[in-house]
């Protein structure tokens, strides 16, 4: 099995500054085939489900702000949002959707500072 | 618009079954994978079984693969999960969750899940 690991757990950031979250998978999700990366990226907020923010590492869904980027490859990915607002307040997921069982990071937790 | 509404959630015993339910709407249903996630109380997510848009195909996660079972119902528009021989781990919310595409291992439209408590 895929283990993803994030870091950090959780972290306090100021209104309007960037907020970065760190995805590590175990192997690489990149499929040499057609040379994507099967990495995703969700947001839940508080007594909510989860919403897809970002797939295959970079693609940000529609409707999602541009402050919200993905980056990384391989085995190592990032989740950035530029500018932080109220709203963004959620714990964030990575998810790897390369193999089954698919496996989902532990989340960390944004909150503002 | 698309909606996903599970229901079947509720308080059962050690050892009992359960089956869930979730009513599929505003998509063709019958051309996407599906999948069930669930979420302990304050903890993170966990996959928990897909399902191919024609019901051919599923995989499970380790931890439920023999008790659980995914199926659809494509002509109800429903999707469904078993859960066989409960255990008090078994204890969060279960969400249920359309796949982009015909068997797509991810999730891009969430209903707002169903609560599962297992105790005695």
């Known amino acids: 099995d895929i283990v993803m690991t994030q870091s950090p757990d959780s972290l306090a950031v100021s209104l309007g500054e960037r907020a970065t979250i760190n995805c590590k998978s175990s192997?690489?999700?990149?499929?040499?085939?057609?040379?994507?990366?099967?990495l995703l990226w969700y947001q839940q907020k508080p007594g909510q489900p989860p919403k897809l923010l970002i797939s295959?590492?970079?693609t940000r869904q529609s409707g999602v702000p541009d402050r919200f980027s993905g980056s990384g490859s391989g085995t190592d990915f990032t989740l950035t949002i530029s500018s932080l607002q109220a709203e963004d307040v959620a714990v964030y997921y990575c998810?790897?959707?390369?193999?089954?069982?698919?496996?989902f990071g532990g989340g960390t937790k944004v909150e503002m500072k | 618009q698309v909606q996903l509404v599970e229901s079947g959630g509720g308080v059962v015993q050690p050892g009992r079954s359960l089956r869930l339910s979730c009513a599929a709407s505003g998509f063709t249903f019958s051309t996407y994978g599906m999948h069930w996630v669930r979420q302990a109380p304050g903890k993170g997510l966990e996959w928990v079984a897909i399902?191919?848009?024609?019901?051919?195909?599923?995989y499970y996660a380790d931890s439920v693969k023999g008790r659980f079972t995914i199926s659809r119902d494509n002509s109800k528009n429903t999707l469904y999960l078993q859960m066989n021989s409960l255990r008090t781990e078994d204890t969060a919310v279960y969400y249920c969750?359309?796949?982009?595409?015909?068997?797509?291992?991810?999730?891009?439209?969430w209903g707002k899940g169903t609560t599962v408590t297992v105790s005695s």
């Open positions: 399902i191919s848009y024609d019901g051919s195909n599923e």
């Open positions: 969750a359309k796949a982009p595409g015909s068997f797509a291992f991810y999730m891009d439209v």
């Open positions: 295959m590492a970079s």
């Open positions: 998810q790897q959707s390369y193999s089954a069982p698919l496996t």
């Open positions: 192997q690489s999700v990149l499929s040499r085939s057609n040379n994507e990366n099967y």
